[in-house]
C-alpha cells in the first residue's frame, strides 16, 4: 500500500530564535520511502539535521521574524497490515529487560509514575501479566476518558487526565504510558501519521499519538484512544513522552498560522506516472 | 587531596525484585581513583552492570525477600579546588548549543519548563544573560526556600518547591534547573558526594544534589542550596532531574533500614601505609 | 447617576435538573433600585427566592429539558463617586475583628492560603500594613499576571493563577484575596455589573469580579485586574470565592447558548418620561 | 452511657499572636453535659467565646509568646447506641433541599467538587440514589485508600487523597464528602471524639473526622474510614472541610508540643463518688 505524507505549518515569529522541528519519518521506515522526505522551509537559513538522544531526526534551524512556513510531501510504502496483535508476548522481569528500555519505566514530565503507582495496581495488579495487562489499561482508558478538543492543555498530565476523564489523543497515551510504567512495563510515547484508513473519515487530519510497550522481545504498537489495531500508521518519534517530541519547539514567542496534515491511501496513483515524473 | 568515600545502606526487601543502583562515582572521575571503587552487595545474586542513556554506571540486581546491604569504601584523589566560577562564561545561543545539551532545555518530571516559562521571563529576563543569571536564580532560590526535612516529598516537584518555599536540597536545584532551562541554558541534576571539607560539619551525611549548566563549551557546576563554591564534590551521575539518577530504584515494595554516608578529607593517612596495606 | 443593567443569558438543559442563579443585584443596593430587579424566566416553572449564607440573593427553580431563558433589565441610582479610597484605613488585629469576617481569612476552594502563606509573607511581609500591603498586592498582580480569555479555566485556583501568570478577572481577584488573607486581612471575593464609565469601551460586557477586603471598620473595594478606583460598580454577590456566587448553577448538562450584559449609564433619559411611563 | 472526654493540648508561640479555637462540643449536644465544659487556658489573657457561620462554638484569645497550653475535662451523657443506620433513607432531588443544605453541595478547600465530578458520575452513577450512593461510596474509599500517619499533609486535598491512595482520617472523609457532593448529596466536614467503644483499643487518642450527609429530613453520620457504626461519637463541629474546623487556628508561628486527648466510657464511676469528691 501506497500512503501519501505531508504536512504544511506556518507559525508567526516574533523575533529571532531557534527552532526545533521532529518533523521527519522515524530513521526504521526510512526503507519504505518511494520518494525523498525533506522538510521545506520558507526562510532562506541554514538548517542543522542531527538525531536526539532517542534516535529521532530532529533539524534545527534560526527562524527570523515574520512568517514561517516549513512543508513536505512524501510517499511511503506500507504493509498494509494492521497494528501486530500477540497476547503470548509475555511481559519481561525488569532484571532482564535489556538496558535501553529501563529509562521506559521511570517518571517524566507528563507522566508521574510516582503519583500515580499505587492506583495502577489497585486497578491492574490481579490482571494477568503482559499484553493482556495492556489491553486492559487500553479499554479502561478508551471507556473512561472523553475525547474532547476544548480540554487540550500544553500542561495536561496524565494526573490531570485521570481526574478530569476529559483530553485529547495526547492524553489517552500518557495516562495508559503511566499505567503500563507503574506495573513494570516499558512504554514510550510516539507521534506520528495516521489515517482513517479502513475507517469512515474523521474530520480535518492531525498528526497522532500512539504509544509502544516492550514485551516478549520488542515494542509493540498499542492506541489507548482507538483502542483497534490501525492501518497505516507511519511513526516520526518516540520519547519518554510528549515533552521529547515536540514537533516544532521554538525558543520565542511564536503564533501557529495555518497546520495541515495530509495521511492517504494512495489507491489510483500509477507507477508508471510517478516514474515519469 | 585524598577524600575517602563510602556508603552503607540497608533495605528490607519484601520479595524477589529487581532494584537499580546508580552508586558508583562517575566515569568522568575514574581516572582520579586511588582504590577500586566497587558495590559490596550482601546477597550472593549476579549483579549486571551497565550505563544508561546519561553515562551513568548502573547496577541491576535480581534481590531476594529479607535485608538486602548496598556498601562500598574507596579513596579519590581530589584537586582541593572550589568550584570553578567564570563569571565570563558565556550563554550559548540556542541554535548553536552542541545537540546532546538540547535534551536539558526540555521538561522533565520534576522540572514544568512549560509552567514557569512565563515567571522565569518575569523575574530574570532583565538580566545578564550567562553565569549572571544563573546566579540570579541560585540567588533567589537560596535567599526564598528554606530548608526543611519535613518538607521531603517523593512527588515534590519544582512548581511544589516554587509555592511552598520549603524543601530539601534536590527541591532547591529542581527549581533552580526548571528556572535556566526556561531561559534557554542547559541545566542538568547532579547527585553525588559533599563533605564539610571547609565548613563546620554538618551533622550526619547524605549524598548531595547539585546542578549543572552548559555555558560557553563546557558545563559548570552550581548548588542553589549552599550557594557558594564547594571543594570536594564527587559526582556520581548526572540526569535530567532526580527521576533519572535515583540512588536505588526497588521494583517493589521495600523499607530503607540504614543509611550512612562517609565524605571525609583523609588528613593523616600517610601513603606509604597505604602502600603497604 | 442612573445604570441601566440588564442580562440575558440562554442555557440549553440537556434533562430535567435544578438551577440555582445569583442574578439579583444584592441586598445593600436594593433602596438605590429606580426600577424592580426581578429575573424573567423563558420556562413556566415555579421559582424559589432565597438568601444563602453570604446574604446574597438566590433563585431556585426546576428547568425542563429544551432552552432555559433568563433575562432582566431594570435601573438603579447610583453614587457616580469612584471606588473609596482610604490610605488611613487600618489593619485590624485578628484578636480584634468582628466574628463575622473572620471565615474570610480561611482557605478556600480557589485560594489556598494554607500553600501560598510563606510566599505572602515573603513577598509582603515588610510592606506597611492594611491599605499599603493591599494595593501592594494589587500592583503585583496587575503587573505580573496577563489578561487572556483563552486561559479561563474552571478549575483554576489561585496557586494556578500565581504559576501560570495567565488568567481573566476572576483569577486576577483570587490571587490578590489570597495574599490578602495569607497576611491576615480578611478578604472576600465580589461579583457584579462593572461598565466601562469613565474610560474608553472594552468590549462586549460580561459580568465583572472584584474583591473586598476589611479595614479600619468596614468592607472596601478593590480589583485587582482593573486596579484603579471605577464608578458604576454594582454589586451582586459576594462570598470566600468564586465557588460562592456561580451566577448560574446547573445540577446536571447544560450548555450556555447565549450571554449578554448590559451595564450602560443613562445619559439622557428625562426623569420625566419615567415618572410617566 | 457515661464518656470521659478531655484534651491537654500545649502549643509553643513564637510571638504575640491570635489563636482561635474549636475546643467545645457542638451546641447540639449540650443538653447531655454531665459536668461543664470549659477550655482551661494556661495564659491569663481574656477569651471570646463566639458562634462561627456553622454554628461551631469557638473561642479567641491573644496569645503571648511562650508555651500555651489548653486543657478540659467533662463528662457527657451518650445514648450509647451506634450511629444510626436507614437505607431507605431517600436522596432529596436539588430543588427540593432545605435552603441551608444547598452551601453543603458546593466545591471547597480540599474538596474539589468540580475537578472530581465527571469520575464520581463514572463510578456512582449508577447506584441507587441515597444511602446505597453514600455506602457504596464509604466502601469504595474505605478499601482503596490506606490509612498511613506518615501520608498526613496539611494541603492534602481530595483530589490528592484519590489518586495518592493514602491519607489519614480527614483524608478519607474529604473524598467521600466530594464524591457526594458531586452526586448532589449534602456532605459536610464533622470533627469530634471518637472512642474504642466496643473495639480494641487503637492506639493513642486524636480527635477524629467524620462526616455527615443529608437525606430524607436530617443529617446523617458517616465514616469513610471507619464505615462501621459506631458508639460514643460526641460532634465537636461540622464546616465544609477541614479548613472550616481547625482545632486551632495559629495566626502566627506556633509549634505543637504535646498532644493529649481522652475519650473514655466511664464504666465505674460511681455517681456517689463524683458527688462527693
Not at 522551509?41 to 529521532?56: A, L, T, Y
Request: glycine content about 6%; some cysteine; proline content about 6%.
Amino acid at each position: 500500500m501506497l500512503i501519501r505524507l505531508g504536512y504544511d505549518i506556518e507559525l508567526e515569529i516574533s523575533q529571532q530564535m531557534a527552532v526545533v522541528a521532529v518533523l521527519n519519518i522515524h530513521p526504521s521506515r526510512i526503507a519504505d520511502l518511494v520518494e525523498p522526505d525533506e522538510i521545506q522551509i520558507s526562510q532562506p537559513v541554514p538548517r542543522d539535521e542531527f538525531f536526539d538522544s532517542f534516535g529521532n531526526k530532529c533539524t534545527r534551524l534560526l527562524a527570523q521574524p515574520g512568517p514561517l512556513r516549513l512543508w513536505s510531501s512524501t510517499l511511503i510504502e506500507d504493509s498494509g497490515e494492521p497494528d501486530a496483535v500477540d497476547w503470548k508476548a509475555p511481559q519481561i522481569p525488569v532484571h532482564k529487560l535489556p538496558h535501553d528500555t529501563l529509562r521506559f519505566l521511570l517518571a517524566s514530565r507528563y507522566c508521574e509514575v510516582d503519583r500515580l503507582s499505587t492506583l495502577a495496581w489497585q486497578m491492574f495488579g490481579n490482571t494477568a501479566s503482559g499484553w493482556p495487562t495492556v489491553q486492559a489499561i487500553c479499554d479502561w482508558v478508551q471507556g473512561h476518558i472523553a475525547f474532547d478538543y476544548n480540554c487540550a492543555h500544553p500542561s495536561k498530565s496524565a494526573l490531570d487526565v485521570y481526574t478530569e476523564r476529559k483530553g485529547v489523543c495526547r492524553d489517552f497515551q500518557h495516562l495508559a504510558i503511566t499505567l503500563c510504567r507503574a506495573l513494570h512495563i516499558p512504554a514510550r510515547y510516539a507521534t506520528g501519521y495516521l489515517g482513517d484508513i479502513g475507517f469512515p473519515p474523521a474530520g480535518p487530519m492531525d498528526f497522532s499519538a500512539w504509544f509502544e510497550v516492550y514485551l516478549g522481545n520488542r515494542w509493540w504498537t498499542f492506541d489507548a484512544r482507538n483502542n483497534t489495531p490501525r492501518i497505516g500508521r507511519v511513526l516520526m518519534a518516540t520519547g519518554r513522552d510528549a515533552a521529547d517530541v515536540a514537533i516544532t519547539t521554538s525558543f520565542g514567542t511564536s503564533w501557529l498560522r495555518n497546520f495541515l496534515v495530509v495521511t492517504d491511501e494512495v489507491v489510483a496513483e500509477p507507477l508508471l506516472v510517478r516514474g515519469a515524473a
